[in-house]
């Protein structure tokens, strides 16, 4: 089941491939077609992992164990735990969407084009799904070279740039994640990711292991101050890639951190809380007053999206259920929230071809239902209440507020910062008077667009009103992983005194 | 479902149907389901404000749903209907109501009424969230939803860039207050595990079962119970516009009139007063916060009734005056005297709201002209708004036997019954208050209606308004007249059971029957002074302000720009943060962290990114090759 949810949309990309054979506008539309049908297929499959998830208990569900390598010990090793199933789900949900964003936006390479989704999508899914270490950093890896191109082909005019900025930002920090995943694993005797958890290391090697790992995870959070290739990447990025870049890959960093850091390296993450509080502090701050100042829509929300990631990080490291399962919630909040944003700019940019702030204004007038749904999803970014964004963003600061008032309280200023950028850039390109002369003609969303919004604003709302389903899938796995990320590993009293 | 339920549901549906289907259906039917939707929800109040609270029905408790659980962290909607809940649920109702009504009216060439009532409607819905809840997390969706429709009514005419900036400034301002709301919740729920308002009022009151001090960053160990209520009062002082936090509430004015009289009036900003009183067990064990309270009320009452002496906008006069009002109210509950306090939020209420949509009946006759400047004479024209605008007037000032005189009195009676210095301090600003209330009150009477119009053209045209708008000014204008009598109750002994409990010593309300003959005769000798004052400068001499400005420009100037905090503000925090952000973004993301990081490491390996470029065919399967080679190769070279 899982490798199927998985693979599918990879098989979707071969058959594009074979089926698929020349530029032209009908064997175009084919593949997007066949994108968007195998999309939804596989979003159809991943509400089965939902309805069949057993909410009792901790342990990975719907595993799949096939040795690889046997001499090596990697075995094709696939599961899902309450932690990694609310990403799938995203995933599958936003890849249909982004299929329809980029329905009319995208004119050349069509094919290759959705080729290079499907595949990112499988990868996606695959990196949430892996527990062998190899399977899972050949799939962390494979799944930067779909983004690569995304950007680099059918990015904007600086895509070269942006997209050699994103491929060794990250890969800088893959490397050193290799070698502590190899170090980990020579150590532990396994790849295996279940088994590793439960091993307990010295603190001296909990250290090294956690700087490794940090350093991959805190450039795809991305954490400050390794975060400026997201600017970059998100204003060359197709809309779609943005979303997908926005809604996903970034959640890749704060998922390793709860997959890896916290449960295999208690000890050491605990001694780094202040360190990840502060650069997440700093982040919050210094990335909403840089989203103030800023003139690209793109770029206002891709620097709202470090100060919405600080938020997480923040929850991640409380060590508390409020703050994960707050963490957790906000992931997928921002993935919702922050993935309709830059929808909503490439509705516009389709339109004008532009993304200067200062060229719009007044759209309200030609465009009212465009207005309502930027509305909702500006109060969901701004946290109100009744909106998803709200839930997150409570329990986070809750759980932070219980380990760390300080930090609480710098956190929360966020949230008059954030409201700062989000109205007054919604002022400036909804409200006002029409100053652009293009703005005059231009048309409301279709019903193609709306059909992208009309999902995210039911789980804007459902999650706002009614978090209880989503909160419940991972109740039991977070309880577990707080009692890990809690717990003593090393059994060495002095180790405790330090990470206080 | 119990009907209390559809007091909550009621104005949510007819919000719904106008905002969704109002063009569909079209203005009369999306008018028609939002007033019903509000009717429906009044009649419902006034049953359950019948059982409750004129009754002796015991206190209504339901569950709706579960909202948010993780871990021990448990909170649920629910409707609590108490006493002090229900005068709320009679206030929010009754003048959302009426001025559902007065918009059919007042709003009857705007385009985009379907929005309007839509919007209002769903005011009132958050609203009685904020009123019925039993816990803080509902109280607080409530308070953040009636900021939310503040902010899309103020800027409701998006056109102009003045009403949306005022849109935008009163949620920022607001939010810096729930930024403190927010930690005061976060701290309730450290120290009692809980956020439910019995539950976390017993364990309050048990001393001794939870930490009497507790270490807040910058103040390093304070008092438990205190820091609590300061962090509260840090969200009532947003809410309800008091002394730091008020600048927003001048500019509100932007948005249209019903509005003004609804949200920045009635109801919205009284929020603050009562989320003092339903946390009043928790006020009550810290004489610091109520300190603070008593202070910040009266030096609000007093501030905004310095300013609203020299204003010249008819709605901004009324602004000040519903900020200088409510100050009044925080020091009533400041000193203890919860009751008098809802006394007077409840007498304002009807007052204010008729003087505001009085005020709209003005500036309806004029043409939408606000500068009061430009009117004058108008009682020949608009002789009933006049005398509805005299009962308001009379009421405020508290004329004898009319709703103030009840409600403002009592709170001034307790301030001084307290026996204490803060008491003192806040009976002495309230008393100067009190008389520039009147004399800022019959100023606007004054330039409005008496003396020569300014404009002739203006003043031809000018005329009085339909029935629908005239019609609520009526009922407002009885319950201005006979609220503080019918309502004289409240203040007596229990009258609020145990929504209210004072503990032992904080009597000044029991005491404030019996002060002496100066302090019961003070804010009636002060109505005279104002009235007198106020008509030898607009009525007898016209020409004697105009020379007292000119005397005293520094005066002048300081009080019709408020003090100067609105400058002050932008020098202190919006300017440094634009410079800060700016820095931030050109030095430090730039510069720094691309310039000497990022790119100074590229252009070191250069060569290697050549030779990526190179490598960079554009063919899928050559990336994904290299990559799978090189993972085989390092792990083959491991496991060798």
């Known amino acids: 089941m899982l490798s199927l949810v998985t693979f599918l949309p990879l098989i979707g990309g071969l058959l594009i491939f074979l089926a698929v054979r020349d530029q032209s506008d009908s064997s175009a539309s084919t593949a997007k077609y066949i994108a968007l049908g195998v999309s939804l297929l596989t979003f159809l499959l991943s509400l089965r992992l939902y309805v069949g998830f057993d909410l009792t208990t901790a342990e990975f569900q719907f595993l799949e164990e096939v040795p690889w390598l046997p001499e090596q010990g990697i075995v094709y090793r696939m599961g899902i735990d309450g932690i990694s199933l609310p990403f799938v789900l995203l995933t599958a949900l936003l890849t249909p969407i982004c299929i329809l964003a980029s329905w009319e936006s995208i004119t050349h390479r069509v094919k290759e084009y959705m080729i290079a989704f499907l595949a990112l999508e499988s990868f996606v899914i695959g990196v949430f799904c892996a527990l062998d270490f190899i399977l899972f950093y050949i799939l962390w890896e494979a799944m930067l070279i779909p983004m690569f191109l995304l950007i680099g082909v059918w990015g904007g005019p600086r895509r070269v740039y942006a997209a050699m900025k994103f491929f060794l930002y990250t890969l800088g920090g893959s490397v050193l994640m290799l070698i502590a995943v190899l170090a980990l694993a020579h150590k532990g005797g396994t790849f295996s990711i279940p088994e590793l958890m439960a091993i307990p290391f010295d603190f001296g090697f909990q250290i090294f292991i956690f700087l490794g790992f940090f350093v991959a995870f805190s450039v795809k959070v991305p954490m400050w101050p390794v975060h400026t290739w997201l600017p970059d990447a998100h204003v060359e990025a197709p809309t779609a890639g943005s979303v997908i870049l926005a809604g996903v890959l970034l959640k890749m960093g704060a998922y390793g951190f709860l997959r890896f850091s916290l449960p295999m390296v208690p000890d050491a993450s605990r001694y780094f809380m202040p360190m990840i509080f502060g650069l997440s502090l700093v982040a919050i701050v210094y990335t909403a007053l840089v989203a103030l100042m800023q003139k690209d829509l793109k770029k206002l929300i891709a620097y709202s999206s470090v100060s919405h990631m600080g938020f997480v990080t923040i929850g991640l490291f409380a060590f508390n259920q ?105 002022k400036k390109v909804v409200f006002g008077e029409i100053q652009n002369k293009a703005v005059e003609s231009i048309t409301d969303v279709n019903a193609r667009e709306v059909a992208m919004f009309v999902p995210l604003l039911i789980l804007v709302f459902w999650m706002g009103f009614y978090p209880g389903p989503f909160l419940e899938i991972m109740h039991v796995s977070v309880e577990n992983l707080v009692q890990q990320a809690t717990a003593v590993k090393t059994g060495v009293a002095s180790v405790a005194a330090m990470a206080h | 479902m119990s009907s209390n339920f559809l007091i909550l549901l009621l104005p949510l549906l007819g919000a719904l149907i106008a905002g969704l289907f109002g063009r569909i259906i079209g203005l009369r039917l999306s008018q028609l389901a939002t007033i019903i939707g509000v009717g429906g929800s009044l009649a419902l109040s006034i049953m359950a404000f019948m059982s409750v609270a004129v009754g002796d029905a015991p206190t209504i408790h339901e569950p709706i749903f579960s909202w948010i659980v993780s871990g021990s962290f448990k909170v649920s909607f629910a409707i609590l209907i108490d006493r002090l809940t229900a005068v709320m649920l009679i206030v929010v109702n009754g003048v959302a109501f009426l001025v559902h009504v007065y918009s059919v009216g007042y709003m009857e060439d705007d385009p985009h009424q379907p929005r309007f009532f839509s919007y209002l409607s769903l005011f009132t819905f958050a609203m009685l969230m904020l009123v019925t809840g039993d816990n803080f997390l509902q109280l607080f969706f409530g308070w953040e939803g009636v900021g939310l429709c503040s902010y899309l009514l103020i800027g409701f005419w998006f056109k102009k860039e003045s009403a949306c900036n005022a849109a935008m400034k009163a949620f920022l301002v607001n939010r810096v207050g729930d930024f403190g709301f927010a930690l005061g919740i976060f701290a309730i729920y450290m120290i009692f595990g809980t956020l439910d308002y019995a539950e976390v009022f017993e364990l309050a009151h048990q001393t001794g079962t939870y930490p009497a001090q507790t270490a807040f960053p910058l103040f390093g160990q304070v008092d438990t119970i205190t820091l609590i209520c300061m962090l509260l009062f840090m969200g009532a002082m947003g809410k309800s516009a008091q002394l730091g936090l008020h600048t927003w509430l001048p500019d509100a004015m932007e948005g249209p009139t019903p509005v003004s009289a609804l949200i920045h009036a009635a109801t919205m900003v009284t929020a603050g007063v009562f989320l003092v009183c339903r946390a009043s067990p928790l006020f009550e064990l810290s004489e610091f916060a109520l300190a603070v309270v008593t202070l910040v009320g009266a030096f609000t009452a007093f501030f905004a009734a310095t300013v609203g002496m020299v204003q010249n906008d008819i709605k901004r006069v009324i602004a000040y005056s519903t900020c200088s009002q409510l100050g009044y109210m925080f020091f009533g509950a400041g000193v203890s005297a919860y009751a008098a306090s809802m006394f007077h939020l409840m007498t304002h209420a009807f007052f204010k709201a008729l003087l505001f949509l009085g005020a709209g009946a003005v500036i309806y006759a004029m043409h939408h002209e606000q500068d009061m400047r430009k009117m004058g004479g ?99 204008a009885v319950g201005a007249v006979i609220a503080g009598a019918v309502g004289a109750p409240m203040v007596g002994a229990d009258w609020f059971q145990s929504a209210i409990q004072l503990v032992e010593g904080h009597d000044a309300l029991e005491h404030a029957h019996h002060v002496s003959g100066l302090a019961k005769w003070a804010p009636f000798i002060m109505f005279l002074f104002g009235l007198g004052a106020s008509y030898l400068l607009y009525v007898l001499k016209p020409d004697m302000p105009g020379r007292i400005a000119k005397s005293w420009p520094g005066v002048h100037q300081f009080l019709l720009n408020a003090w100067y905090f609105d400058r002050l503000y932008e020098r202190l925090f919006i300017n440094p943060a634009k410079v800060i952000g700016h820095g931030l973004w050109k030095t430090g993301d730039e510069t720094i962290i691309d310039g000497y990081g990022v790119n100074g490491l590229a252009n070191t390996i250069g060569r290697w990114a050549q030779a990526m470029r190179r490598l960079q065919t554009g063919y899928m399967y050559h990336y994904a090759f290299a990559m799978l080679v090189g993972v085989l190769v390092l792990v083959t070279l491991y496991a060798a």
């Not at chain 1, 957790?328 to 929230?337: A, D, F, K, R, S």
């Not at chain 1, 507020?401 to 949230?415: D, I, Q, S």
């Not at chain 2, 002789?383 to 103030?404: H, K, Q, R, S």
């Open chain 1, 322 to 426: 409020q703050g994960v399962e707050g963490g957790i919630l906000q992931m997928v909040n921002h993935g919702v929230v922050s993935g309709a944003l830059f929808l909503l700019v490439g509705v516009v940019y389709d339109r004008l071809h532009t993304r200067e702030i200062a060229k719009f204004g007044g759209l309200v007038h030609r465009m009212p239902v465009y207005a309502v749904i930027f509305m909702i999803f500006t109060m969901a970014s701004v946290g109100l209440p009744g909106t998803n964004g709200f839930v997150g963003e409570f329990l986070i600061l809750l759980g932070a507020f219980l380990t760390n008032k300080a930090v609480a309280m710098v956190a929360a200023t966020g949230l008059v910062l954030g409201a700062a950028y989000m109205l007054w850039m919604f």
């Open chain 2, 378 to 476: 108008l009682v020949r024209k608009i002789p009933i708004t006049y005398a509805l605008m005299m009962i308001g007037t009379l009421a405020l000032t508290g004329f004898p036997y009319l709703a103030g005189y009840y409600s403002k009195d009592a709170i001034l009676e307790s301030a001084y019954a307290a026996h204490t210095t803060v008491g003192m301090i806040a009976w002495t600003l309230g008393i100067a208050a009190a008389f520039m209330t009147t004399f800022y009150s019959f100023r606007l009477v004054f330039m409005t209606f008496h003396g020569k119009p300014a404009s002739e053209k203006a003043y031809d045209h000018a005329h009085e308004a339909p029935w629908v708008m005239r019609f609520p000014l009526v009922v407002l």
